[in-house]
T-cell receptor, first 109, second 115 residues
């Protein structure tokens, strides 16, 4: 089976940086995705990593180490609107994604 | 650009009643289609996926079924709802493998409450 772990909750101050870690043990690996999900809404795509290293997209960056089964999502210059759940997902074949339970980030003023 | 629609947005149904949720995608051809369920405070659980018309793969044994009568239409059904079927149902689409990241994009979801 697939095992994807991420912290349940994190709290940070507006303007700060938060790093959300994700570790995975899957039968195969064909890419790792991060999604943002605001309460009551559908997940929206943030980032994709398939090779080791850092991918940067504005205030958000995502890192992958395949040998360690590890990824993180880095949120810089936090804004109140960044309060949401962040989902780590691993694709182990051509189609299917396995999701972690999500990390709820609360940004405080 | 591609758009994905789901309806209804919310639904309250009694135990034992039937269910039909619909998902349609616009702006793309031959997408892969997926049904997920998200229970309160839990991660997304893949229920079904489809790589073409009439082709359905089931991930979790349950009282739900899926059908794909047209290329860009995906339907989730049940003959008799259970209390445990309550949740947030999300439809997603992606391009076929080999076309870039094959990212899955989600529809707005249907919140189902079974009483």
């Amino acid at each position: 089976g697939q095992n994807i772990d991420q912290p349940t909750e994190m709290t940070a101050t507006e303007g700060a940086i938060v790093q959300i870690n994700c570790t995975y043990q899957t039968s195969g690996f064909n890419g790792l995705f991060w999604y943002q999900q605001h309460a009551g809404e559908a997940p929206t795509f943030l980032s994709y990593n398939v090779l080791d290293g850092l991918e940067e997209k504005g205030r958000f960056s995502s890192f992958l180490s395949r040998s360690k089964g590890y990824s993180y999502l880095l949120l810089k210059e936090l804004q109140m609107k960044d309060s949401a759940s962040y989902l780590c997902a691993v694709r182990d074949g051509d189609y299917k994604l396995s999701f972690g339970a999500g990390t709820t980030v609360t940004v405080r003023a | 650009s591609q758009t994905i629609h789901q309806w209804p947005a919310t639904l309250v149904q009694p135990v034992g009643s039937p269910l039909s949720l619909e998902c349609t995608v616009e702006g793309t051809s031959n997408p892969n289609l997926y049904w997920y369920r998200q229970a309160a405070g839990r991660g997304l659980q893949l229920l079904f996926y489809s790589v073409g018309i009439g082709q359905i793969s089931s991930e979790v044994p349950q009282n739900l079924s899926a059908s794909r009568p047209q290329d860009r239409q995906f339907i989730l059904s049940s003959k008799k709802l259970l209390l445990s079927d309550s949740g947030f149902y999300l439809c997603a689409w992606s391009t076929v493998p080999g076309q870039g990241a094959d990212t899955q994009y989600f529809g707005p979801g249907t919140r189902l409450t079974v009483l």
